[in-house]
């Protein structure tokens, strides 16, 4: 039997400053096939190339990437200003509908870093456009120096709901993650449930009250050593499990949807 196949949305980035192209990571391609044992293939997140409904019958769950462009405040009602930074409303317009989609269909869903924060604002959150401007908070981005494992090395605890899905997942309330993200969630979208933060108190880990599918997201990167990191192996291959499930038409059960 084939595998599941999972939508990886990607990027819009200028290659050498002058060349358009489509990106996903190499490492969320590698988690989706190697630890999810499911077929990854990367989508342009652009309207004018796919639809919605096209992602939604071709698709068995989509990871939403990370990305240095950010959701456009317009998406959750508010100005833009310089701290908001760079954006890719193209992304916006498959990612925000497609999350919604998902959730009435029960379609099975990651969120890691920009895709947790899109999953926010697709279900009516705000965001918060720099943490580190907040009074009593760290700074979550990525150190702008050092090597790839300095930059993805873990650096605080997540702190998870007694007994929530998260906690269920991992099998500890607390566990360390990496952190590379500039914004976060300033008011949860509705049925977002935070289940999870880091010591400053900003959301690290969510779910969809009442969705039939899986819906867990988080702001770190666990594709990064997906395959060996205690975090970040058991959230891929539960997620891995939801879109088998879905390509065979099976309810996925609670405790591997997050919900």
């Not at 044992?37 to 990437?65: H, Y």
């Not at 899109?118 to 009074?135: K, S």
């Not at 205690?230 to 539960?238: D, E, G, I, T």
Request: proline share 9%; with cysteine; net charge negative.
């Amino acid at each position: 039997m084939t595998r599941p196949v999972i939508g990886i949305i990607g990027n819009s980035y200028l290659l050498d400053g002058s060349y358009p192209t489509h990106a996903g990571g190499t490492m969320n391609s590698c988690a989706v096939a190697s630890v999810s044992n499911a077929l990854p293939m990367i989508i342009p997140a652009d309207p004018t190339m796919v639809r919605v409904e096209e992602l939604l019958e071709i698709c068995d769950g989509f990871l939403l990437t990370g990305g240095r462009p950010n959701v456009h405040p317009e998406e959750y009602g508010e100005a833009e200003t310089p701290a908001h930074g760079d954006f890719d409303r193209c992304r916006d317009a498959i990612t925000l509908p497609l999350i919604r989609a998902c959730v009435d269909r029960g379609q099975p869903f990651m969120g890691i870093c920009r895709g947790f924060q899109e999953v926010n604002v697709a279900m009516g959150g705000t965001l918060y456009p720099e943490i580190r401007d907040l009074p009593g908070r760290d700074n979550h981005r990525m150190p702008p120096d050092g090597t790839l494992e300095e930059k993805f090395a873990l650096r605080h605890v997540v702190t998870l709901t007694e007994g929530g899905p998260f906690h269920r997942l991992f099998g500890a309330r607390e566990v360390m993650t990496n952190t590379l993200h500039g914004q976060g969630i300033k008011t949860p979208g509705s049925r977002v449930v935070i289940d999870g933060h880091a010591p400053d108190g900003t959301p690290e880990a969510i779910y969809i009250d009442g969705a039939p599918g899986f819906t867990m997201s988080v702001q770190w990167h666990p594709e990064w050593n997906a395959g060996s990191d205690p975090v970040s192996r058991p959230l891929f291959q539960a997620f891995g499990a939801a879109a088998r499930d879905w390509r065979d038409g099976k309810v996925t059960p609670r405790l591997r949807m997050g919900a």
